[in-house]
């Protein structure tokens, strides 16, 4: 008996190392904060799914498995194992959650200027002449920038 509870012991944790080291494979190395949070969230959740798959594995009752470890045994780390797999899940949802503000720079951001261009009142009003050389009327800027019907550029 004392074998196979190493043995489901050591298959449950060699499955968890397998998923980490997939993950590790996988990961592009970054100092940039929503990198690293965006890395943990990719992680836990990784972790998060192998879990679920293991407590489904301890409480399916395979005959070997509970012949040779024990049906209180299994219901037990079945147990002690989903608080684990509930704080994998609460923290992969945590940090894809910080990941996305950081990335996005917070609620308080404002909008960035979109710069010059046809739809920027900031550009048209700097270089607006009222009447230019070739006849055209408006912004000098987005002359060669003026929008079909369809709502395409030019360009």
Do not use: I, N
């Amino acid at each position: 008996m004392r074998d196979a509870v190493v043995r489901v012991r050591g298959g449950m944790l060699g499955g968890a190392g397998v998923v980490t080291l997939v993950w590790a494979a996988q990961v592009r190395p970054s100092a940039r904060p929503d990198e690293l949070f965006a890395t943990a969230a990719h992680l836990t959740g990784l972790l998060a799914g192998y879990g679920v798959l293991v407590l489904l594995f301890l409480m399916a009752r395979v005959p070997a498995v509970e012949h040779g470890v024990g049906a209180d045994r299994l219901a037990r780390w079945h147990a002690f194992g989903g608080r684990y797999v509930l704080l994998l899940c609460f923290g992969h949802g945590l940090f894809a959650l910080l990941g996305y503000a950081v990335h996005e720079g917070g609620a308080h951001r404002r909008p960035a200027d979109p710069g010059p261009g046809p739809r920027s009142t900031s550009s048209c009003a700097a270089s607006w002449k009222p009447s230019p050389p070739s006849g055209r009327r408006g912004c000098t800027t987005c002359w060669g920038r003026r929008a079909r019907p369809g709502g395409t550029s030019r360009r």
